[in-house]
């Protein structure tokens, strides 16, 4: 039961373009959807947040939208940089459930 | 400051065996909760321990199990070994149990089951 889906396994980019990640979700009981940022060897970190009450977070290059009707949330990446070149995980929880669910991940690369 | 530490890094055991993975969370952090990653998909919650307790566990079988010491730090153990099994296990920490933005993941031990 795969409840929140990246459809797109990789991305590439030119470096100073715009990078745009997309997830799908399909459980409403979401409250909180998360992006990972995933280097090789290393676990993944934590990059940007958005609660439901919301439909856009910013954070420096980071922007993450979420339109609920659509169950469909982006992160856009403006510029991206050569160093953004990872894989993205986008994770989504409900209030009270620890048990967050992850999609597959999409593996951006930022071409100099 | 070190962050979530996880051992061994990597793993090769045989089907039928048992395996133990160990996690120190990070400094601060009194929350353990073990995912498995297999390749070619997103993290998998197995469990959360919180005061020494699990205190919530995903759709995994009772071969997998834990134990959280009074030093916060975890232990994952899984029983009779599949193949299916091989896959990255991470260990997320966190400052309490409903903080998922506080989440800080180790490294992850890769366990391979021949």
């Known amino acids: 039961d795969q409840q929140v889906k990246q459809n797109s396994p990789s991305l590439s980019v030119q470096e100073g373009r715009i990078s745009i990640l997309n997830c799908d979700y399909t459980?409403?009981?979401?409250?909180?959807f998360l992006w990972y940022k995933k280097y090789p060897a290393e676990g993944p970190t934590f990059l940007i947040s958005?609660?439901?009450?919301?439909d856009k977070n910013e954070d420096g290059r980071f922007t993450v939208f979420l339109n609920k009707s659509a169950k469909h949330l982006s992160l856009h990446i403006v510029p991206s940089q050569p160093g953004d070149s990872a894989v993205y995980f986008c994770?989504?929880?409900?209030?009270?459930?620890?048990?967050?669910?992850f999609g597959a991940g999409t593996r951006l690369t930022v071409k100099p | 400051d070190a962050g979530v530490t996880q051992s061994p890094t990597h793993l090769i055991k045989t089907r039928g065996q048992q395996v133990t993975l160990r996690c120190s969370p990070k400094?601060?952090?009194?929350?353990v909760s073990w995912y498995q990653q297999a390749l070619g998909q997103g993290p998998q919650f197995i469990f959360q321990?919180?005061?020494?307790?699990?205190?919530q566990r995903g759709n995994f079988p009772d071969r997998f199990s834990g134990h959280q010491f009074p030093n916060y730090s975890s232990e994952l153990n899984v029983n009779a070994l599949w193949l299916g099994d091989s896959a990255l296990y991470l260990c997320?920490?966190?400052?309490?149990?409903?903080?998922?933005?506080?989440?800080?993941f180790g490294s992850g031990t890769r366990l391979t089951v021949v």
């Open positions: 997320a920490s966190s400052p309490g149990t409903d903080n998922p933005y506080g989440y800080t």
């Open positions: 459980n409403s009981m979401f409250d909180y």
């Open positions: 958005i609660s439901s009450i919301k």
């Open positions: 994770a989504a929880s409900a209030y009270n459930n620890n048990d967050m669910r």
């Open positions: 400094s601060g952090h009194d929350t």
């Open positions: 321990y919180y005061e020494e307790e699990e205190r």
